[in-house]
């Protein structure tokens, strides 16, 4: 089992980079594929970004491709997500979640965190 809590969030112009953080308990931090997803109120939430365990591989949303870039600390047990070229409809509470597995889907995760809110301002 392993806990996520996110850190990072906040109130960011247009234009403007954001960097969050989640950190993981547990000494299996490195067995678990990473992902961050988003939800804005009353709508799903939705895949952003994925990591694999040893970072070697990633995957985005469309929405995300090119602007945001996640990646892995398993000596820190810590995933970060770098968000650059923010938009208003970046705008949501962003969550981070662990599963196991070898591949990088958009679904299927055991373990999230509570969420930190990002607020894009135009």
């Known amino acids: 089992q392993v806990q996520l809590v996110e850190s990072g969030g906040g109130l960011v112009q247009a234009g403007g980079s954001l960097r969050l953080s989640c950190a993981a308990s547990g000494r299996t931090f490195s067995s678990y594929v990473m992902g961050w997803f988003r939800q804005v109120p009353g709508k799903e939430r939705v895949f952003a970004a994925a990591i694999s365990q040893t970072g070697g591989r990633t995957s985005y949303a469309d929405s995300v491709k090119g602007r945001f870039t996640i990646s892995r600390d398993n000596a820190k047990n810590t995933v970060y997500l770098q968000m650059n070229s923010l938009k208003p409809e970046d705008t949501a509470v962003y969550y981070c979640?662990?599963?196991?597995?070898?591949?990088?889907?958009?679904?299927?995760?055991?373990?999230w965190g509570q969420g930190t809110q990002v607020t894009v301002s135009s």
């Open positions: 979640a662990a599963r196991t597995g070898v591949a990088l889907p958009t679904t299927g995760y055991d373990y």
